[in-house]
């Protein structure tokens, strides 16, 4: 009797204690603490200066934009006979429906030949104050007429057979009568370049970031507009600038040395105070152009911007900054104008259009 008399309390006992921890284990659980509000940032509008809204072309008056000489322009652009072996064209390169680049770290070009700098997009580039990575073409007119004699590129023997081939064809006979009326005989280099040129200048792509700075606060989010702080915060509208957003000149390893053989501008002068400087590549579109820089060495944008911070600022950016950054600048992606950038139909060859040429 008294071992049933001890036992009886401690069962009582054991089965107290046990009854919180089943009471709370049959309790709903807590609903889960609210997301913390989207973090916010204060913009002052002084420091957007140094930007500018894309206008709706870039004008330039030593090539006054025609609707004759644009329309030749584009046949021109997707135009594989001003290559040797009629397989490349200038939209090879610079793909106008990928944002004008072709993803690639160098293009190939005739034979398959890769360049020795990735090709940078079209869009927007009449906004750069000069053209090619080292600045060695002072506007889009004289950039055009590089790649076609180029014999790694399009690989053409001479402006000559430029000009013979497309004499050889009698829809671009007619086409350059158009664009350049009272020439006395209009199918020219110069105006091969000029055609293209004019083409080119009217490849913008306005973004929402063009709607904020014409004051919409409401064009951006606010989680791109904490990614505009930390990207002014951190000083790369230094460079990055303008209604391109890049497009000058300035040194590449400011402060951290970028490890390159290719030297920039340096390769071009071979003056001392050019080495390393490269044209500024735009932000307009960025995420949508990899690889980066001018050896195409990098895939992702994230990537990008770390060794920006690092080689121009000394800074080691963490990664919380980087994705506000990025996130600030897929506000700069703009609409393709598909209509502007369709293919033409393309004039038929002449019996004396010379042929292919692999060699």
């Not at 913390?36 to 809204?53: C, E, G, H, S, Y």
């Not at 750069?128 to 950039?143: M, S, T, V």
Request: with cysteine; aromatic share 8%.
């Amino acid at each position: 009797m008294r071992l049933k008399t001890l036992v009886r309390p401690l069962l009582l006992i054991a089965a107290t204690a046990a009854a919180p921890v089943f009471a709370q284990a049959a309790r709903p659980a807590a609903p889960a603490a609210p997301a913390p509000a989207t973090q916010k940032a204060v913009i002052d509008r002084a420091m957007l200066n140094v930007f500018k809204a894309l206008p709706t072309r870039f004008e330039d008056p030593k090539n006054p934009i025609t609707p004759e000489k644009v329309e030749l322009g584009r046949m021109l652009y997707f135009e594989n006979r001003l290559s040797k072996n009629h397989d490349v064209s200038c939209n090879s390169c610079h793909d106008l429906n990928k944002y004008g680049v072709d993803g690639k770290p160098f293009s190939p070009g005739h034979k398959k030949q890769l360049g020795g700098r990735n090709s940078p997009t079209v869009y927007n580039a009449g906004g750069h104050i000069l053209q090619f990575w080292d600045g060695r073409a002072p506007n889009l007119e004289e950039q055009a007429k590089g790649p076609i004699l180029n014999p790694v590129e399009m690989a053409m023997p001479s402006e000559a057979r430029v000009v013979e081939t497309l004499k050889s064809i009698p829809g671009y006979v007619t086409a350059f009568q158009k664009a350049f009326p009272g020439e006395a005989d209009p199918v020219t280099y110069n105006n091969v370049g000029k055609a293209i040129g004019a083409f080119e200048r009217q490849l913008v792509t306005p973004s929402r970031f063009d709607k904020y700075l014409a004051g919409d606060e409401n064009a951006i989010t606010e989680a791109e507009k904490v990614g505009l702080s930390k990207f002014l915060g951190q000083g790369c509208q230094t460079c990055h600038n303008g209604a391109a957003i890049g497009g000058s000149l300035q040194k590449l390893g400011l402060v951290v040395p970028f490890e390159s053989k290719d030297q920039g501008r340096f390769d071009l002068t071979k003056q001392e105070s050019d080495r390393m400087i490269f044209r500024v590549p735009t932000l307009r579109n960025v995420t949508k152009t990899a690889p980066y820089f001018h050896d195409g060495s990098v895939k992702d944008v994230q990537t990008a911007v770390k060794l920006m911070a690092q080689h121009q600022f000394g800074k080691q950016i963490n990664d919380e900054d980087v994705k506000h950054i990025v996130t600030f600048l897929d506000s700069l992606t703009g609409e393709l104008p598909k209509s502007y950038i369709a293919k033409p139909k393309l004039p038929a060859s002449g019996p004396k259009t010379p042929k292919p040429d692999p060699s």
